[in-house]
């Protein structure tokens, strides 16, 4: 079916294959425009409920022999710097430490089939070793998907519509940034109760400390680069700036104040910049 260049009978198409609807529905260009413009002034997160919610941390030092992984050292201070950063925003926090992936997938499991009706958002720290698109527990590994996607819309119902904040800190791949050099110049409502559809896959956010394919650096004395990028940015702008400006703020400490420092030359002055991949359908202010 052909679209009419005016917009006055249109049908919206996926770029796959053919797809056969038990129903059909024609939308009129006018209605388009009124279904956009009834909720344009819903652009900010309700973040007033009586319990700001719950923050999981995955924490992940000593690995088992047979994921010939080595120990993360530093880990436990991004873990008490998230601890204390998330209290400080409200949160109630519970710390898991040593988790083996049937762990984290059974406590996060449990978590999205609490209820959560009295609380605003939810946030999830994993700190561990990974690959791209995989998360590894103590003993294995398991793919980020799968905990993910138990706190979808149609999984988790008493989140929809409500904050789903992940932060990831391991590696995704092997690839290093050698970084390269640049100057920089200065240049100078109402809400109402209705009932309506969204995504399953909206209002989550991901963090990641790195870009796909690519190391995640993290300091045996310090902690990771990213966790303290972020724990210092939420702690200096958490009640001013909405989140996605703070996670900005947190991509350019990364990449400016961080470089890696190591015996080894094929690791020496190595950078890192963060990657945030944001599904959510409004603005996120904290109280």
Known sequence: MAD????????DHT??????????????????????SKFSHRFTYKMDYPEMGLCVIINNKNFHPSTRMGMRNGTDLDANRLYNTFKSL???????NDQKCADIYGRLKKVSEDDH???????????????DGKLYGVDDYLPIKNLTNLFRGDRCKTLVGKPKLFFIQACRGTDLDPGVETVESDSGGERSEEIYRIPVEADFLYAYSTVPGYYSWRNTVNGSWFI????????LHGKQLELVQILTCVNHMVALEFE?????MDFHAK??????????????YYP
């Open 4 to 11: 009419t260049q005016n917009g006055a009978h249109t049908e």
């Open 15 to 36: 770029d796959a294959g053919p797809y056969i609807s038990s129903k059909n529905v024609n939308l009129k260009g006018g209605a388009v425009i009124e279904q956009a």
């Open 90 to 96: 409200g949160y109630k926090v519970d710390v898991y």
């Open 117 to 131: 009706s009295k609380r605003s958002s939810f946030v999830c720290a994993l700190l561990s070793h990974g690959e």
């Open 228 to 235: 303290q990028s972020l724990c210092e940015m939420l702690k």
């Open 260 to 264: 890696s420092c190591s015996n080894q």
């Open 271 to 284: 950078k890192q910049i963060p990657c945030v991949v944001s599904m959510l359908t409004k603005a996120l």
